[in-house]
């Protein structure tokens, strides 16, 4: 149960981080303290990655539709919560209030980025590649990561089903995804 509630952590916290990211007048990009990234821990941390560089995003909510969603994860799903920011996209399909616990989420762009390099080099969690997907490709119980040139994608499905299950279907929509890209 733990892990369920830090999975839901993790991108609640990149979506809270990229909703406060409005910009002032009285700011500048000098005004804002550095932080060097974190010291690679283990030999999952280095694993080739690209740096996300700045383009026009598709809308997650297009790029994963209603439908797709729901296909995925197996069960009704509330229209998708559509969040746009410069360098990332977000969609969250939250599950029907009165039946079982199910939701998607698609990141794309920045975000996408951090929500797996938090994964794996703070929380450590094992990945797994998926060949033949994008360019790069880590799957977790639950979430599938993967890089298609320079635009990273994170799915998640949040449910109480055997992730098991899950994966061909999470692995399934991410290829679809990235066929898009």
């Known amino acids: 149960m733990n892990r369920h509630v830090l999975q839901l952590a993790v991108p609640i916290a990149v979506l809270a981080l990229a909703a406060c990211g409005g910009s002032s007048s009285k700011s500048s990009v000098s005004d804002q303290p550095t932080v060097p990234p974190p010291a690679a821990t ?17 809308n997650a909510c297009e790029l994963v539709p209603k439908p797709q969603a729901e296909a995925a994860i197996g069960n009704t799903l509330e229209d998708g919560n559509h969040i746009a920011n410069p360098g990332q996209d977000s969609c969250q399909y939250p ?12 990141y794309i762009g920045t975000g996408a980025k951090n929500y797996y390099d938090d994964d794996n080099n703070v929380l450590h969690h094992q990945f797994t590649s998926v060949p033949g997907l994008g360019d790069e490709s880590h799957e977790e119980d639950f979430a599938i990561f993967f890089r ?14 055997d992730a098991a299950t899950l994966r061909p279907k999470l692995e399934d929509l991410a290829r679809q995804v990235a066929a898009k890209l």
């Open 42 to 58: 283990s030999a999952a941390t280095d694993a080739p990655t690209t740096a996300f560089t700045p383009t026009t995003l598709p």
């Open 148 to 161: 298609k040139g320079t635009t990273w994608v994170a799915i998640r499905l949040t449910t109480l089903d």
């Open 95 to 106: 599950g029907d209030p009165n039946g079982p616990l199910a939701q998607v989420e698609v």
